[in-house]
């Protein structure tokens, strides 16, 4: 989908990494909730609460899923899902657009 319709935009954005990471919270009348953000090159780790799938809007990645002894690459038009309460970590290779979906399990 390329746009969302009728949604809550939070306007305060989630800042990571010194600013290196961004993102803004949209939340849906249904209760879903994503978030739209921006990736600079660098290497990351993140946690989670619920289960995650992260689209790459635009941009090269590698990322190390947990359970998983190698790293995959992703790139623009691809995604890749995580477990809820697990780590994962990334390393940006260019400038990454995101789009992340956050489910309740």
């Known amino acids: 989908m390329a746009q969302f319709e009728k ?3 939070i306007k305060k ?19 879903e909730k994503k978030t ?7 290497e990351y780790e993140f946690g989670t609460a619920d ?8 941009g090269n990645l590698e990322v190390k899923l947990p359970d998983r002894s190698e790293w ?7 995604s890749f899902e995580v477990k809820a309460n697990s ?9 990454t657009d995101y789009c992340c979906s956050y489910l309740k399990e």
């Open 51 to 58: 289960k995650e799938i992260m689209e790459i809007m635009q």
């Open 7 to 9: 949604v809550t935009v």
């Open 72 to 78: 995959d690459v992703f790139k623009s038009g691809d």
């Open 13 to 31: 954005a989630n800042i990571y990494f010194d600013g290196k990471v961004t993102s803004r919270t949209v939340l849906f009348d249904d209760g």
């Open 36 to 42: 739209l953000g921006i990736m600079l090159p660098g």
């Open 87 to 95: 780590k994962f970590k990334l390393i940006v290779k260019e400038i």
